[in-house]
């Protein structure tokens, strides 16, 4: 059998790895896709849909606003449900409030502060759990479940060939062998997430690579009116760089973890969605092992729904689906190595690949392009 050629070769289909495809195809260049699953199955549809672009700082803050404007190209090009929603926070208390205040403040002003009212109008909330919040204005929302499908029949469109249910079993320069042949080719992006220790252990092991495990559920609820936005809370802030990073985030840490030590434990990220069929999605906790249990501890549904409970105006959740999502964690928020020539491998490792995966990979193409001969086998696409 004679080997497939390409000028770029993606080891991986998900968010990360679509958006190396579509930065390489966007060049003219001739890109296969493989992936060992018969569709995309990962992390990159067990999300949020959230794009928190607002709350990142530095390297994440340059790669997602490089995703926003690819986000806002590809739901018209593609015909996806995007929207221009920002995000939302309620703030439930005095040193959450200051958090935010002090966010707001700095250059980039694009966070707009909220007082009670302006909360309760946006979100249907119970109006004693909320002091006032503010909307992160640059964010936008998608359908984890259906945005990704969309993008694979987008990119295929575009001449992408995926080669899926095809696990690759080795990768070097100018080459990748897989178990359904060997194919060659200029540059290979290596894009697999957490599965990177499968394919390349010593790398994973060397840059402290680890999976997280996170519980999540989707619920039905009989709400006055749609979350006008994606939902985030105190918990929330101490995570997301840009909040985390103020001085003012040790106080609501602090707090929080001596108030309810319980979802602490949890590493709780207590946010909410609302997909378009008016259900929400609950979450988050997290769990960092390099193989974390599959067993999720139903303490970490019920505090999703005690917390949901006390914020809501509802009388009750009718629980419809509960999952557990994995991604890669390390101790910097992005994997970027170049273990051998024309070979790259990115990942996101703080759980932000749907806000900033887009970005990392259109700066991975381009740096990976700028050093190497790899020839365009087409006219750019524009």
Known sequence: MSAAHADVVVVGSGIVGLGAAYAAVRRGLRVIVVDRTETPVGSSIRNFGHLCIGAQTGEARRYADIAREHWLRLATD????????????AARH?????????????????????????????????????????????????????????????????????????????????????TRGTIRTGHVIVAVNHDIDQLMPELAESAGIVRCALDMMRVAADLPSRLDAPLLTGWSLVRYG???ALDEAAAVRTRLHADRPDLAA?????????????????????????????????AAFDAFVDEAMALFQTDGFRVLERWQGVYAAGPREFLRETPAEGVTVISATTGIGMTCGLGLAESAIADALSTTSTTPATEALS
Request: charged share 25%; hydrophobic share 45%; no cysteine.
């Open 78 to 89: 593609a015909g996806f449900r995007l929207r221009e929603s920002g995000t939302l926070i």
């Open 94 to 178: 005095d040193d959450e409030l200051a958090l935010l205040e002090a966010a707001a403040g700095d250059s980039r002003d694009d966070i707009r502060l909220l007082d009670a009212d302006d909360v309760l109008h946006r979100a249907p909330l119970r109006a004693d759990a909320v002091r006032g919040g503010a909307l992160i204005e640059p964010d936008l929302q998608v359908d984890p479940r259906e945005v990704v499908p969309v993008l694979v029949r987008h990119l295929a469109s575009l001449g992408v060939v995926f080669r899926f249910r095809t696990a690759v079993t080795g990768v070097v320069t100018g080459r990748v062998e897989t």
């Open 242 to 244: 840009r909040f985390a």
């Open 266 to 298: 949890l590493d709780l990220n207590q946010m909410y969605t609302q997909l378009p069929d008016g259900t929400l999605i609950l979450g988050d906790s997290h769990a960092k092992a390099v193989q974390p249990s599959p067993f999720q501890p139903e």
